[in-house]
């Protein structure tokens, strides 16, 4: 099938990707010419394990194409997949600036049995007003369907190949038809192609986020909690987990959530419920209670030092809002970096992938180090923001020989706090009990 998608950042970039590489004829489109070079020549914008390769093996078997040029993409697309940011605007909601303009200069090249797809999250309604844009640009009626993605950075090749379930919402059964056809390579293993109207497709995207969103908030809390009644919320969260009913994913305390969309969706789905005269208790909840778990670490820091933090030089690893990305959009790190900073901190921070962004950031106001354990020479203090891997079994007598002060402050929980009394390093965790 010939496809054509339109955008070329995390989104739009992975689905281009993984459908050739399941046998379509598909071309990337995006006005930045830079990037559509870059691209070409096998260069990623992004980093998302395994993309790079895929990207090369496609581009050299010549099905996946880059272009700035709607005339010579779109004409003969079965499926034009938009792939545009959706930006939180001034009021919370979804900014569609970007789809609109796409959905004006794709009109006069659409061919008739053109299917035209919003993969980007959109508020409910959208859909139905692309399809009525198009018929006034077009003089006829275009098929428009909604298919939200539900790619995790970091993991988007294994969600998008081998997904829990493909959502699509549709005016027409034919039109559900060929996007099934197109997803069949992805659903080998019987899991459900799920055809619904355009409204609840819509919906199902953002309700999806809020739900995780809500789950982290409501562990974070409990996690507060666990420290002020002398609980621990690792044995509380095995507690609960193991209730069916309730399960373990997304229950891991930390410093918050970040990333592009739960934030995004969060204060979206607020904004969709305020104009229909609806306050949305719980998700204004599960934004307060995210928006001050980002302060948490910070608080912890200040009080050790009693809040004399002027001149103190702090070790900081992971940046990221999440292991195995370079986003750092509303990523807890920038929280805790700009409270370090305005109190007189000075920063030596580490990430595997995601310096170069941190760094265009902030540029010299932080110190930068290759190796996380060149952070740590006369650092007063080591906290620890994403939970990367290699940061899982760290050499302690190394981490003690390098530190002026014994004390890690770890927004993850990674370690034992146990282990960390024996080693004699006083350590902060998110809802842990004080090891007497």
Same mark, same amino acid.
């Given at each position: 099938m010939k496809i054509a998608v339109i955008g070329t950042g995390y989104v739009g970039l992975v689905t281009g990707t993984c459908f050739s590489e399941s046998g379509n004829h598909v071309t990337c489109v995006d006005i930045n010419e830079k990037k559509i070079q870059q691209l070409e020549s096998g260069?990623?914008?992004i980093y998302e394990p395994g993309l790079e390769e895929m990207v090369k093996r496609n581009i050299k078997a010549r099905r996946l194409f880059?272009?700035?040029?709607?005339?010579?993409?779109i004409p003969d697309a079965k499926c034009i997949f938009i792939a545009v940011g959706t930006p939180q605007g001034s009021d919370g909601s979804a900014n569609l600036e970007s789809l609109w303009k796409v959905a004006n200069v794709l009109a006069p090249h659409l061919s008739e049995e053109a299917i035209v797809v919003i993969k980007s999250t959109v508020p409910v309604g959208t859909n139905r007003k692309l399809a009525e844009l198009l018929e006034s640009l077009t003089g006829r009626v275009v098929d428009v369907a909604s298919n939200p993605e539900f790619l995790k950075e970091g993991t988007a090749i294994d969600d998008f190949s081998k997904p829990d379930r493909v959502v699509v919402g549709v005016s027409r059964p034919e039109v559900s038809a060929t996007l099934h056809e197109l997803y069949q390579p992805f659903l080998r293993t019987e899991n459900p192609f799920l055809s619904m109207e355009l409204e609840s497709a819509e919906m199902t995207k953002y309700v999806a986020n809020c739900m995780l969103a809500t789950k982290i908030s409501f562990i974070n809390e409990m996690a507060n909690l666990c420290e002020r009644v002398g609980a621990d919320i690792n044995q509380v969260?095995?507690?609960?987990?193991?209730?069916?009913?309730?399960?373990?994913?997304?229950?891991?305390?930390?410093?918050?959530?970040?990333?592009?969309?739960?934030?995004?969706?969060?204060? &979206?789905?607020?904004?969709? &419920?305020?104009?229909q005269n609806m306050e949305p208790t719980i998700l204004n909840a599960v934004d307060r209670v995210n928006v001050a778990q980002k302060k948490v670490l910070f608080k912890k820091i200040s009080d050790y030092f009693k809040g004399d933090l002027e001149g103190k030089t702090v070790a900081l690893w992971g940046l990221a809002f999440k292991p195995k990305t370079d986003d750092i959009r509303e990523a807890p790190s920038l929280v805790l970096i700009d409270e370090l900073l305005q109190a007189g901190v000075k920063l030596k921070v580490h990430d595997p992938v995601a310096m170069e962004n941190v760094k265009a950031h902030y540029g010299d106001k932080l110190s930068y180090f290759d190796h996380h354990y060149d952070t740590l020479e006369g650092a007063d203090a080591l906290a620890i923001v994403t939970e990367w891997n290699e940061f899982r079994h760290a050499d302690f007598d190394y981490v003690l020989?390098?530190?002026?002060?014994p004390v890690i402050f770890d927004g993850r929980n990674l370690y034992d706090p146990q282990k960390m009394?024996?080693?004699g390093i006083d350590y902060f965790g998110i809802g842990l009990s004080s090891v007497k």
């Open positions: 260069i990623i914008p880059f272009t700035s040029n709607y005339e010579e993409s969260r095995r507690g609960i987990g193991h209730d069916q009913r309730i399960g373990f994913s997304f229950l891991f305390p930390g410093v918050g959530y970040g990333g592009s969309c739960f934030p995004k969706d969060v204060s &979206a789905l607020i904004s969709v &419920a305020q104009h020989h390098r530190l002026s002060t009394k024996q080693k």
